[in-house]
T-cell receptor, first 114, second 114 residues
Framework: DSGVTQTPKHLITATGQRVTLRCSPR?????VYWYQQSLDQGLQFLIQ???????AKGNILERFSAQQFPDLHSELNLSSLELGDSALYFC?????????????FGPGTRLTVL | AQKVTQAQTEISVVEKEDVTLDCVYE???????LFWYKQPPSGELVFLIR??????QNEISGRYSWNFQKSTSSFNFTITASQVVDSAVYFC???????????FGAGTQVVVTP
């Protein structure tokens, strides 16, 4: 158990809908990262927050957004869902201070868009 | 541009055989970090090792060992005396920015049969 929690574990929804994925980092970690794992794209970095502020952005679609709250949990919002958004979404956390440190991953949320 | 190449898509071995996973990276940065993660069939990503570019010492952890060679831009991973529980997808990843964004290779599926 990495100490990172993600809910829900599975999510099935329809095209055009909006969903919210939630992540709680390990105790003491200030950085939260979101990654998407799909068969065609592999594991891709989406976005990073550090202590409530956005720090880095990757290949994140405009239909996707995220935020980190004062209690450090993070939410990834996916809207106008398309079939191609079906993937495993991981959250990871790290201490986030100084040089890049180890990211510990949550169990993931498997999103299926029908 | 940064890139991680894991040329081996799948490796099948019989239990107790050794298996070596190749990882070749590309970066122009002099400071960078390399990681290996394991993704068992249950789906979570498990951290295995972190290495920075200034530390070329090889490392051994139980049946796992890592060979870091800057001269060939490789960070290979060997499982000695493989076991069925080693069956998983193994990812090599590279970090070159200060915020720790992981760039993953495509992964190598290891199948260990009894």
């Amino acid at each position: 158990d990495s100490g990172v929690t993600q809910t829900p574990k599975h999510l099935i929804t329809a095209t055009g809908q909006r969903v919210t994925l939630r992540c709680s980092p390990r105790s003491g970690d200030l950085s939260v990262y979101w990654y998407q794992q799909s068969l065609d794209q592999g594991l891709q970095f989406l976005i990073q927050y550090y202590n409530g502020e956005e720090r880095a952005k990757g290949n994140i679609l405009e239909r996707f957004s995220a935020q980190q709250f004062p209690d450090l949990h993070s939410e990834l919002n996916l809207s106008s869902l398309e079939l191609g958004d079906s993937a495993l979404y991981f959250c990871a956390s790290s201490v986030g201070a100084g040089e890049p440190d180890t990211q510990y991953f949550g169990p993931g949320t498997r999103l299926t868009v029908l | 541009a940064q890139k991680v190449t894991q040329a081996q898509t799948e490796i099948s071995v019989v239990e107790k055989e050794d298996v070596t996973l190749d990882c070749v990276y590309e970066t122009r940065d002099t400071t960078y970090y390399l990681f290996w993660y394991k993704q068992p069939p249950s789906g979570e990503l498990v951290f295995l090792i972190r290495r920075n570019s200034f530390d070329e010492q090889n490392e051994i952890s139980g049946r796992y060992s890592w060979n870091f060679q800057k001269s060939t831009s490789s960070f290979n991973f060997t499982i000695t005396a493989s076991q069925v529980v080693d069956s998983a997808v193994y990812f090599c990843a590279l970090v070159t920015d200060s915020w720790g964004k992981l760039q993953f290779g495509a992964g190598t599926q290891v199948v260990v049969t009894p």
